[in-house]
């Protein structure tokens, strides 16, 4: 099956590495708007050409979208039109309901299927795509009676390869407010909390010989790109501000416990947090 | 050489499986005020023998105090008192200056070496303990110069058996206040993360099946401990209500980008918090 790859990054180099290893692909093409990335994924072997969008997207069975979200939204109609008439596109964006709103008023939206593979790296760019990135993890397909069945079982087949579970669901709404409690504010957690301890240590020398292992776990992911997530910051900004503000809440709420030394109200507080345990193991 | 664990849960356990496996400890005495984790630190062989409080101090050439801070400072003082003369009592809680404080006015004051390990998980109790758990990773030993240098060498010498660099950091006041930023805040606002979530799964039922890995590594520390954590943000309550509040202003000014749907501020601000690549690899 020939395979467009629009975008050849962390996701879309690492989805190329699993459906050439697995035959899935036997034809990858890439597309990258960064020239560079272009030919860093050919001479990782990610992908066996570049072509234009244009061309890629109509030499194509499946193309598959990953770019930044903004982009995406943009690309999408564009894409449809192209698209061979038996063939599918799949986007692997993290928000749904701003590219779904969109493809719904497309006459082609069949060959279209939403989803959000629950997977990645802090890293981006062809060299960041790496083999198993999406074993055993979760892809979140939406509006799933919007697509055709033979666009739905090439994504689903697909989504196999990846060694990945697929999970209706239909509301592209709720799907953005779950992944802002999720994946969005954690990754504003961390992004916070990298330029909390950089602001300090411009006065305080020597903090970072104490770096331990809490620390680099909770701001790992205050190493992700910009590019990708200030538009999923944009086009989930109401559910991100929501759990932000929750979020806020909870933190003032335990600093109230820390300045009045209520050793009961912290330890309730944690007690309260410790049972995350039963869902993430 | 005879070393007495006062604590035989995740920290006191991983050193002493490490100690005995590298010949530093050929007596191993565990001490626990909880029967359970007594029993249990004998059936996982940590340690040889569990004696009373004051028999295991006489006993030792070396205790290792590893009990939650509040519990530390209390027991501290009191072990001094006990202690052969010849012998070395090492605390490896992550407060520093209430502890050394305490010590400061005791006459056996050069015995003591006070020391902080930076290292863990998230779990806690003898059964936690692991092989390895030190390795690599730095131990930070505060006011050295109020240690003996028989006692100050017997702690390098179990670091160094632990496969832990040593740093010293004289100033007990500047060790807290660095953690508040470096470790404590993590804590706090991995604990907060857990909570918000689980606040917002009461009504949205179906949240959880797209935890991703992102959400993983920052929440992974809410699993932590009340019994250890509680007395570490009491004894550290300044530095920490300060390190939170500079962590609320910037999740306030992260949370006022995506109100205005600012693209540039929200970049510029991700971009300030990638520069954190610098320090962690």
Not at 124 to 143: N, R
Request: proline share 3%; net charge negative; hydrophobic share 45%.
């Amino acid at each position: 099956m020939t395979v467009s790859f629009i975008g050849i990054g962390l996701i879309g180099g690492s989805a190329a590495i699993a459906l050439r290893k697995r035959g899935f692909a036997t034809r990858l093409i890439g597309v990258d708007s960064n020239p560079k990335h272009a030919e860093q994924a050919l001479a990782l072997g990610l992908v066996d050409e570049i072509l234009p969008p244009d061309e890629a997207v109509k030499a194509a069975d499946l193309v598959l979208l990953a770019v930044p979200v903004n982009v995406a939204r943009e690309l999408l109609p564009r894409i449809l039109n192209l698209l061979k008439e038996d063939a599918t596109v799949v986007d692997m964006g993290s928000t749904k309901n701003g590219i779904c709103t969109v493809a719904r008023s497309h006459s082609k939206r069949v060959q279209y299927v939403a989803s959000h593979p629950m997977a990645g790296t802090e890293y981006s760019g062809p060299s960041a795509a790496i083999d198993g990135l999406f074993d055993g993890k979760k892809a979140i397909v939406c509006e799933h009676s919007l697509s055709a069945d033979f666009a739905l079982n090439r994504a689903l087949s697909m989504y196999r390869s990846l060694n990945m579970d697929v999970l209706f669901y239909t509301d592209s709404e709720a799907h953005d407010r779950h992944v802002a409690y999720v994946s969005h504010i954690s990754h504003v957690s961390s992004f916070m909390l990298g330029l909390t301890v950089l602001e300090v240590e411009k006065s305080e020398k020597h903090i970072f010989d104490l770096a331990g292992t809490g620390f680099e776990s909770t701001v790992r992911l205050a190493k992700s790109s910009p590019v990708t997530w200030t538009p999923i910051f944009i086009q989930n900004a109401e559910s991100v501000s929501h759990a932000l503000e929750k979020y806020i809440e909870n933190l003032q709420r335990f600093k109230a416990c820390v300045d009045a030394r209520s050793s009961d109200g912290i330890a309730a507080l944690i007690a309260e947090a410790n049972k995350i345990e039963k869902i993430i193991k």
